[in-house]
């Protein structure tokens, strides 16, 4: 950073980049999910136009792609609060 930025806003922006380095793992999650499933849309769409199936095609691509991009957010989120639990030193403990 440059020296010549006061104190107090060198603390600002110290602290918005520590926040944006936390969320920024969170943020893409759901832009990946819309993604993920258009694009399998996509596919049974051009199927089901290509071979004249109705909408048979469309809808398998489509809760292929929902239900993988789930599984993968649902993953993803636990890893990420993983991470961040031992970061913070936190650990389990088992209720007997």
């Known amino acids: 950073m ?3 930025i ?13 926040a ?9 999650l759901g832009i990946q999910l819309v993604i993920t499933i258009l694009a399998f ?16 095609w469309m809808i398998i691509f489509t809760s292929f792609g929902v239900v993988s991009s789930l599984t993968y957010f649902i993953v993803t989120v636990i890893g990420l609060q993983k991470k961040e639990d031992r970061k913070l030193g936190k650990t389990e403990t088992k209720v007997r």
């Open 2 to 4: 440059p020296e010549n």
């Open 20 to 28: 944006l380095q936390e969320t920024g793992p969170y943020m893409t």
């Open 6 to 18: 006061p104190s107090r806003a060198r603390r600002e922006m110290l602290e918005q980049q520590k």
């Open 41 to 56: 849309f996509g596919i049974g769409y051009w199927l089901d136009h290509h071979f004249h199936s109705g909408s048979l």
